[in-house]
């Protein structure tokens, strides 16, 4: 385990707290088997999941610059385990960060508009992190390992990364934005097997559902059919949002693409939990649209 206690200032986004509960219990059950502690910011506002730079940056800038001083007020990193939340949060505070020296009058706007509602000023001195980064830097893969219970070996295991994780921010520190493995590293340390596809890393099609339904449908079919025809057992995702087009609208991308599919989403807290010995029920693997019993039955649960 860690030297010291992980702590950090969690926001766990809108789809987390309504179609994707199972995400945000177990988020909850796999950080309190593991001792992180998570204080969660209640006050914490949407981040509009790309939508509000629409009609304006400005809008989006100090929405989530409000988020992330919520966090510096407890002087602790931001904590997401939602893709695009990072990926929005993020790039508005690796943005901010640069601004405050190319163009401290903005920041100033800012701090401004914040200050008009009783808000604490945006400093910059905080960090945006997910969940997967949190495990692979912070906890380690190593102490994960020594905490497995029940090895997940032979679950065959594909990842699905998403946009927002390794695109949405300029730089990511953690991982190759092209040819990522932290995914697959996290598998590995829990026994499992990964699978790679050319589809692990594209846009699962949710940001075009609402006005391309088709178009997006075919994006989430043809990423799971790659994983199926590539061996997968189940598809892991960091993104309740993608969880939502590859999981809960998977019986209607069946339709649009006219082949069965069937294949688990799995959130990646229910994963690395299922492995620690965490029983399924307390991680809401009843919830998904696709039976996760293909899976469970896999590991003699």
Known sequence: M?????????????????????????????TQAL???????KKASCCGSGTFKEDSRLLEDTVNARNIALAEELDLPLLTHCSTCQGVIGH????????????????????????KEGCSPYKGNSEVKHLLWALVTD??????????????????????YGCYLLRGQT????????????????FRSVGATPVYYRGRTQCCGWPIASYATEQSFQMAG??????????ADCMVTPCPLCHLNLDSRQPEVEKVIERKLGLPVLHLPQLVALALGIPPKQLGLSKHIVSTKPVLEKLGL
């Open 222 to 231: 043809k990423n799971i059919q790659e994983a199926i025809d590539a061996g």
């Open 2 to 30: 860690p030297s010291q206690t992980l702590k950090y200032a969690y926001f766990p986004g809108c789809v987390a707290q309504g179609a994707c509960r199972e995400l945000y219990q177990s988020t909850a059950a796999l």
């Open 35 to 41: 001792g992180i502690e998570l204080i969660e910011l």
């Open 92 to 115: 508005v505070d690796e943005r901010l960060k640069d601004f405050q020296q190319t163009d401290p009058g903005y920041v100033e706007q800012i701090n401004g508009l914040l200050k």
């Open 139 to 160: 906890y380690g893969l190593d102490a994960i390992q020594e905490r497995v219970t029940r090895k997940l070996s032979g679950l065959k295991c594909a990842a699905f």
């Open 171 to 186: 730089t990511i520190p953690y991982d190759n934005p092209f040819h990522p493995e932290s995914m697959e590293n996290v």
